[in-house]
């Protein structure tokens, strides 16, 4: 694996990949626990409920109760952990890039920090937030797909 560096897409899709491979599990590592652990307790909570019991006692598969009754429904704090969850992937890309020697959108905003650079900081910055306001609608959008509940009704 390399320890740095992009050899570009032109020296084959696997060395692009095996150059992204680290940064990847080190951007994706720490959010991928917390993610687990905010699953984990929502479903052991959801699985607690009267309804996941009336469920079983009719008779439904173990496999159906878990992925239509209680994943759906632990689903809602998750949902919310992943939305907020983008903004600190983001953040961590400028650290990632820098450490690992990528080229990308968070070395070119600490390049243009160093250099004052302005115009670019305000352009990527505003980026950056229109990619977090639009993850934060589609997390909206999750929530009225997920618990149906929050469908309005014509």
Do not use: C
């Not at 984990?40 to 469920?55: F, H, K, N, Q």
């Not at 690992?100 to 650079?117: N, S």
């Amino acid at each position: 694996m390399p320890a740095g560096g992009f050899p570009g897409w032109d020296a084959g899709l696997w060395a692009g990949l095996k150059a992204l491979l680290l940064p990847a599990i080190a951007l994706a590592l720490p959010q991928a626990a917390i993610l687990a652990r905010v699953t984990r307790s929502a479903m052991l909570e959801v699985l607690g409920e009267d309804y996941i019991r009336t469920a079983r006692a009719k008779g439904m598969p173990r496999r159906i109760v878990l992925w239509h009754h209680a994943l759906r429904n632990a689903l809602i704090p998750v949902l919310t952990i992943l939305g907020l969850q983008f903004a600190f992937l983001l953040a961590g890309t400028i650290i990632i890039e820098n450490v690992f020697y990528l080229p990308g959108l968070g070395r070119l905003v600490f390049q243009a920090i160093t250099q004052r650079d302005l115009i670019v900081v305000e352009g990527v910055v505003m980026l950056l937030v229109a990619t977090v306001i639009t993850v934060n609608i589609l997390v909206d959008i999750g929530y009225a797909i997920v618990d149906p509940r929050l469908r309005t009704r014509r």
